[in-house]
């Protein structure tokens, strides 16, 4: 994989954030950049994962299977 360099141009408030967080963490700018970049990411990801839970929990033909499968669980149990 070829690493492409990219311009930024952090504000002064930016900068000091950044310097700071660097220090804090014991890692370069480059990496803060990169982990606020991956943690933004993970946290899309979860989001989406949620609208889409919820899009399902919303559903009645997904409600109506969830029940199903439960009282097909409740026959097993009584074996």
């Known amino acids: 994989m070829t690493v492409r360099a990219i311009s930024f141009r952090p504000d002064e408030a930016t900068r000091h954030e950044l310097e700071v967080l660097a220090e804090l963490r014991g890692v370069t700018a480059s990496d803060v950049i990169r982990q606020a970049i991956h943690e933004a990411y993970v946290a899309e990801q ?7 839970l919820a899009e399902w929990r919303a559903d009645p033909a997904y409600q109506d299977e969830i029940a199903a499968v439960q009282e097909e ?6 074996w």
């Open 73 to 78: 669980m409740s026959d097993l149990r009584a």
């Open 46 to 52: 979860y989001g989406r994962a949620r609208a889409e």
